[in-house]
Structures are given as C-alpha cells and as structure tokens.
C-alpha cells in the first residue's frame, strides 16, 4: 500500500512538471503557427483571387506532414513553426499587371493587421481604436522604433528573436491574446522593410519593375536578395544572441 501510494505521488509530480512544460511550448507553437499561417494565407488568397495557382503552402519550414487540399495543393505542417512560405506559379504571377504583383505582396502583411485587429477587439478593445492603434504600429512602426533608438529610450538589447518571442508568449506580465495581437503587428512591421526576401522587398522590386523594365528589375532583385539575406542572417545572429544573454544572464 505504501509502495503503491509512493509511485501514485512520484506519478503526480511527473504529470504536473509536464504540464507546465506541456502548456507553455503549447502555447508558443501555436502563436508562431498562428502568426505565420495567416501570413502566408494572406499571400495565396490574394494569388488564388487575381488568378494565380498555389502550388505549396507551408506552415513550418523544414519536413513535415503534407496534405491535399483545395486552393492550396499542397499543405505543409512542420513542426519547425519559425518561418513557413507559400510557392506560386511564378510564371503565372510574373505576367500580371504591377497592382496584381502589389496585391500578392502586400497581403501577408494585411493578414497579420486584420488578425491583429480581431484579438485586440476579443482581449476588450473598442473596434475603432484597435484599427487606428494596429494601422499605427504597422505604418509608423519604423519611424517611432528609430525614434525611440535615437532619443535613448530603447538599445539593441530591447530587439527579441525566437527565443525571446517566446518568452513573450507564456509571459504572466501580459495576457497572451494581447501578446499575440503585439507579434502580429510586429511582424507586418518587420515586413515593410524594403529588404528582399521580405514583403518591403519585393513591392520595392515591383515599382523598379514599373519603372525600368523586368530586365533591370531581375538585376536589382538579384542584388537586393543578397543583401537583404546576409543582413537578415546577422540580425538573426544578434537577436538570437541577445535573447541567450537575457535568458542566462538575467541578474
């Protein structure tokens, strides 16, 4: 009976330390599922609407578990939820009109406001502010965020990658939904950045295109994409650090 009673309590303390592992990894896998899902939808819906075929949709990256679905083909669930991307017919897509490109480009974005927009009004907001509060933040996020650098009210120590994000995520100091409806924003911040393979990039590829020709523009593409990759690379590199020292050095 002891003995029994011993590994009833031993068997307890196991379940209860993995379920508050369990619940907080939970969370965080869905918020990034969340987050880069609806980006990427933003993306092949716009595709699908001005004609162009999807032919992979990807939530994660790396291997995963595929499905066939309509619209989509091909749906990619990897359990690597840092980044996803959906792949078109860029044949298709390249003999479109620059609006059509436009829209293609712009609508990962706008699906991460419109998702914002929706959790800020469920945590309790007045539907008018959280649309002029998300159209700010998406907008004039660079601007304030450059601002609040130069007058010393934030460092590079404030910038988060994964990892911190993370941390955000199962945070008791704020409400998830709230913390959910921040990233999302942030990210469709993020994203403006004229920087190919961001979303910022490739409407800047678009307008050389209108402007110079598809020549010139698949030369700048192909330059931009360069730098745009290896500054990514290193702003991931430095994030990424910045979030380890925070997590270990924290006193």
Do not use: C
Not at 23 to 40: M, Q, R, Y
Not at 93 to 100: E, G, I, L, P, Y
Not at 159 to 169: F, T
């Amino acid at each position: 009976m002891k003995k029994n009673f011993f590994w009833l309590i031993i068997g307890a303390l196991i379940g209860y330390q993995l379920i508050l592992h369990t619940v907080p990894t939970l969370k965080i896998l869905f918020g990034f599922a969340l987050i880069i899902g609806i980006h990427e939808l933003g993306h092949a819906i716009a595709a699908i609407l001005v004609g162009v075929e999807v032919k992979r949709f990807s939530i994660g990256i790396g291997p995963g578990i595929s499905f066939k679905v309509p619209f989509l083909n091909k749906l990619i669930l990897s359990p690597f939820v840092i980044g996803g991307f959906v792949e078109i017919d860029e044949e298709s897509a390249a003999q479109k009109s620059f609006w059509k490109k436009f829209f293609i480009s712009v609508n990962g974005m706008v699906a991460n406001v419109l998702l914002a927009i929706a959790l800020l009004v469920i945590w309790g907001a007045d539907f008018l502010k959280a649309v002029l509060l998300s159209l700010k933040i998406w907008l004039w996020g660079w601007p304030l965020t450059i601002q609040a650098f130069t007058s010393g009210q934030a460092t590079a120590n404030d910038m988060s990658g994964p990892i911190g994000i993370g941390e955000m995520l199962t945070s008791t100091t704020y409400e998830y939904i709230m913390m959910l409806a921040l990233i999302n924003l942030a990210v469709a911040m993020f994203n403006l950045l004229p920087l190919p393979p961001l979303d910022g990039g490739r409407i800047l590829v678009h307008v050389v295109e209108k402007i110079f020709g598809a020549k010139r523009a698949n030369k700048f593409n192909s330059i931009m994409t360069i730098v745009g990759v290896m500054l990514l690379i290193a702003l991931m590199i430095f994030v990424t650090g910045n979030d380890l020292q925070k997590l270990f050095f924290k006193h």
